[in-house]
T-cell receptor, first 114, second 119 residues
Framework: QKEVEQNSGPLSVPEGAIASLNCTYS??????FFWYRQYSGKSPELIMF????GDKEDGRFTAQLNKASQYVSLLIRDSQPSDSATYLC??????????????FGGGTRLMVKP | GAGVSQSPRYKVAKRGQDVALRCDPI?????LFWYQQALGQGPEFLTY????????KSGLPSDRFFAERPEGSVSTLKIQRTQQEDSAVYLC?????????????????FGPGTRLTVT
């Protein structure tokens, strides 16, 4: 059973702080890692992806991947109230076909308080 | 450009009815995925198409669920004899790239979803 685990939260941070969201995965064959943001009643929106160990930065967002520890994280700098949402971690695995479907964690709800 | 579109956005069905959910992927996207999202949970994979070929249907929960993509573009997810446990949001996603090389991008972009309520 391939599993992706996230703390459901809520994670509450003050405006302007750094929000740190974490995700662990069970299968060492995991290939690609994605962070999606989902506002209440909306569909998931891709915000970051990372394939290699280390950090990847895009604006206020930094994704960190540690394959040895099977751990991926998302840092949000200068958090804004508009960042309040559920953040979904998703992983693809090598498979017999070319599909590479996403396996999602349950999501972490982030609340940024003004 | 236009994103993934889905219709209807909301569907209420009486138990036992058949429903059909439509997905229009981003133009030129080869790969199309269907996911089911229950309230408070992450999406779960249902099925995958590469062009018109359904290459993986391992996530379909029962033989009441059927999906097709006959011309390699628009896809339809059909649920026969709906049950209350089918109530969920059904998400469609499309992706430009496919393949097994590790550095190929596999980003998937989601449509707005169809919220199905079975009464």
């Amino acid at each position: 059973q391939k599993e992706v685990e996230q703390n459901s939260g809520p994670l509450s941070v003050p405006e302007g702080a750094i929000a740190s969201l974490n995700c662990t995965y069970s299968d060492r064959g995991s290939q690609s890692f994605f962070w999606y943001r989902q506002y209440s009643g909306k569909s998931p929106e891709l915000i970051m992806f990372i394939y290699s160990n280390g950090d990847k930065e895009d604006g206020r967002f930094t994704a960190q991947l540690n394959k040895a520890s099977q751990y991926v994280s998302l840092l949000i700098r200068d958090s804004q109230p508009s960042d309040s949402a559920t953040y979904l971690c998703a992983v693809t695995y090598r498979s017999g076909n070319a599909g590479n479907m996403l396996t999602f964690g349950g999501g972490t709800r982030l609340m940024v308080k003004p | 450009g236009a994103g993934v579109s889905q219709s209807p956005r909301y569907k209420v069905a009486k138990r036992g009815q058949d429903v059909a959910l439509r997905c229009d992927p981003i133009s030129g996207h080869v790969s199309l995925f269907w996911y089911q999202q229950a309230l408070g949970q992450g999406p779960e994979f249902l099925t995958y198409f590469q062009n018109e070929a359904q290459l993986d249907k391992s996530g379909l929960p029962s033989d009441r669920f059927f999906a097709e993509r006959p011309e390699g573009s628009v896809s339809t997810l059909k649920i026969q004899r709906t049950q209350q446990e089918d109530s969920a949001v059904y998400l469609c996603a499309s992706s430009l790239a496919y393949g097994r090389a590790p550095q190929i991008s596999y980003e998937q972009y989601f449509g707005p979803g169809t919220r199905l309520t079975v009464t």
